[in-house]
Structure formats: structure tokens, C-alpha cells
């Protein structure tokens, strides 16, 4: 039995037009997210054999096919929720999501200068990869990520809250070659209750570290 499933959008294809096309997010959903769950299970179901038959030469191969399918589900799984079709501007207090503006203020010095840095940190992903906004926990503080592919260059523990999908399935119909645009044109669609209630739960965990 599969241990990874495609969960089912929180909207239908054409809810964050004109930002994203229904065309877009159809075979992103259906093709591309669910191409990373079932890489996810097929790597488990080879290390398992693996395992059984006590043949480790393909282990390093599998690890790292684990990796970048799992994280690719799971970036994926966040960005649906990251965003809907009446969201957009910034969180504010008045919203509900205050302490994630206090977040924001006390990490970036501004709401603007994070979305600056977010906004050219998804932009600038050389090849393929996202741009992140994610809880650290050692220091209480959000911090701004790049990662590669799906899993490459990211701080150890942190929690990714809001997600920007760099990679070029995500735009190349609608935006061609045009990375910036897509990305600016993301901030009108981002969902900050969901955003907010990602960093008050991972506020939440009780997350060991070294002192």
C-alpha cells in the first residue's frame, strides 16, 4: 500500500486566474505533484528490498531519490494551501494574522524588505527550485531560503511556511521565460491565514536543539 498520497486541491483548476492558468495548475497538480508521490513510494518500496535482500549498492542512489520525490510532495502539498484566489497585500493585525506581521517586522526590519528578498531569492534559483519563507528554531526567528531542485541548500530544522514554485512547470505556459513575473504576480494570490497558522504551529513544536 502506498504511504504517499496526491491530496486533492483546495480549489478548482481556475480559482487563482488570471494569476495562474486552469491549464497550469491541472498538470502541475495532476502530473507533475503526483509524479513526485509516486517516486516517493517507489523509492520507499526499493529501499525495502534493498533492505530484505541485504544488497546496499543502490542505497545512496535511493536515499537521494527519497529525498528530492518526498520534499517535492511536501513543497507541493504546502504551496496549494499557500494561496487562493481573494488573497494578496500583506498580513496585518486587523486580519487576525498579527503575529505573523510581528514576525515579519522583526526578522526582515519590513514587510517590504521581505518581499524583496523573497521575491528574489525564487527569482534568481538558477535551474530549478523555490523560493522560501521558513521558521527557525534555534533562533525564534523567519528566515528567507533558496532551495534547489527540492531539497538542496536549506538550514537544518527550519519550517517552510510560505512557498514560491520556481521551477519552470510552475509558469513556462502562461509566463515563457518571464520567472520575475510570475513571481511578482504570486504575491497577489498568497493566503496568509495559511501562512499564519504554518508559523503558529511550528512555533508550537518542541523541537530539540543544541544550546
Known sequence: MPVYTLPDLPYDYSALAPV???EIIELHHDKHHAAYVKGANDSLEQLAEARDKEQWGSVNGLEKNLAFHLSGHILHSIYWHNMTGDGGGEPL????????????TESFGSFAGFKAQ?????ATTQGSGWGVLAY??????????????????????????????AWEHAFYLQYRNQKVDFIDA??????????????????????????
Open 93 to 104: 493585525a486587523a486580519d487576525g494574522v498579527g503575529g505573523l506581521a510581528d514576525a515579519i
Open 118 to 122: 523573497l521575491t528574489k531569492a525564487a
Open 186 to 211: 504570486m504575491w497577489a494570490v498568497v493566503n496568509w491565514q495559511d501562512v499564519a497558522r504554518r508559523y503558529e504551529a511550528a512555533k508550537s513544536l518542541q523541537t530539540i536543539l543544541p544550546v
Open 20 to 22: 495562474i492558468s486552469p
Open 136 to 165: 527557525e528554531p534555534l533562533s525564534g526567528h523567519l528566515i528567507v531560503e533558496q532551495i534547489y531542485d527540492h531539497q538542496g541548500n536549506v538550514g537544518q530544522g527550519s519550517t517552510p511556511l510560505l512557498v514560491f514554485d
